[in-house]
């Protein structure tokens, strides 16, 4: 006699949305995690460490943040070569970390070459070893106007490279849900979602207290300051970023 009850559950527990999120500790990654969960989602965490100057603070609010989204796994993997290629200020202790220059449409120090790509092949891989349907990140409009591998474009040609690539059952999509959004837009949204941005950390240059004065501590600012929201983390400096 077959019992209808645990047939359902477990037709239930087989067609739940998975989704993996690449949480990297920041307040973009979070509120993505947020969209995902509100899309009916479960989470699978990837986190990746990769040499960059804040990386214990990363991993600390990333393992929070799973905690908090009640993620089905964490999954931290260290890729460490992009530390060894170098040519990025998050990664090389001889480079300066730069001041914010918010009106510059030059490429700054702190990108890390091609590393979505790197960040992304991974969490593919992870979202194909276990069912999962969607790729999250926490990408956004401020970021593609520095980094070429934030744009509209790299993530539909990604996708397209993921539909090659995995096997001819799987279908993963690429969830950049914030590209055409600014940053000011992700503090509202996540706002709304009551995202716990205590437990986030975007400073390029201190584990604690936050600069306030590198590009991800301006842009962070300014987003709460935009929105009449005090960040709720600490900074050596709170600049006012607001938008006139």
Not at 40 to 49: F, Q, V
Not at 124 to 147: M, T
Not at 170 to 178: L, Q, V
């Amino acid at each position: 006699m077959t019992d209808d009850t645990t047939d359902t559950a477990t037709a239930d527990a087989s067609s739940a949305k998975r989704a993996v999120v690449l949480l990297s500790g920041g307040m973009d990654s979070a509120t993505a995690a947020a969209v995902a969960r509100d899309r009916g989602y479960e989470i699978y965490a990837l986190h990746t460490s990769y040499g960059q100057r804040t990386e214990d603070r990363e991993l600390e609010c990333a393992r929070r943040l799973a905690e908090e989204f009640a993620a089905a796994d964490f999954l931290r993997l260290e890729t460490d070569h992009l530390a060894a290629i170098g040519a990025s200020s998050l990664t090389d202790e001889e480079m300066a970390v730069e001041d914010a220059d918010m009106e510059s449409d030059e490429i700054p120090t702190s990108y890390v070459p091609f590393r979505n790509a790197n960040l992304l092949a991974m969490a593919v891989s992870y979202a194909e070893a276990n069912d999962c349907g969607a790729v999250f990140i926490g990408a956004h409009s401020e970021d593609f106007s520095g980094y070429p591998d934030c744009r509209p474009a790299f993530f539909e040609a990604f996708e397209d490279v993921v539909d090659v690539g995995t096997k001819p059952e799987t279908e993963i999509s690429i969830e950049a849900p914030f590209v055409e959004w600014s940053k000011t837009d992700i503090a509202e949204r996540g706002v709304e979602l009551e995202v716990h941005y205590e437990h986030t950390w975007s400073c390029y240059r201190e584990n604690e207290p936050a600069c306030g004065t590198c590009d991800a501590c301006a842009f962070r600012l300014q987003a709460f300051q935009n929105i009449g929201v005090r960040d709720p983390i600490e900074y050596a400096e709170r600049p006012s970023y607001a938008d006139e």
